[in-house]
């Protein structure tokens, strides 16, 4: 993944307690962490999950060495981990008895108009890749979104390099043959 000039350098001071540079890289590596965590655990809670995972690497900052990819890989690392013990809460959690006619009344502050193309064509990919099998739909986003290269994002998956290549082209291969299928 292409990554702006100086981000090396905006990790580095990062570590030494520059809040400035805290910043630069957060709105960096934020976007893409966030889709990422989108087709893992929904859009809903993409931003709660993320928001803790931030919170580890913050409390842990100390304990990381490395460049911008590395932290890339790091907090993606943090936030896949989140994101499964997420998972795992949330299939014990009790679900709601409530008729879906209550929620009809429910007010909704959102403003769908003023959402734009482009993050309805995201949110459309995102959905589609959620479709996949789990480690296709992880192989294919941290390959091809978020720009990790095999070995980095089989140290996140806690995979061989060769077998996150093969999830992420079997992936790409369903995405492909589902996108011919549509009118």
Known sequence: MAREDGLDSA??????????????????????????????????????VASEAWAQAFRDLDRFEGDADGFRGWITTIARNRALDHLRHARRRPTSDEPVERMVELRDDSDVEGDTLGRVQSEAVLALIATLPRDQAEAVMLRTVLGFDAPTAARILGKRPGAVRAAAHRGLRQLAKKLSEEP
């Open 11 to 48: 990790v580095a001071a990062m570590r030494s307690g520059d809040e400035a540079a805290f910043r630069r890289v957060y709105r960096a590596v934020q976007p893409p962490l966030l889709r990422y965590l989108t087709v893992l655990v929904g859009a809903a809670d993409a931003e709660d």
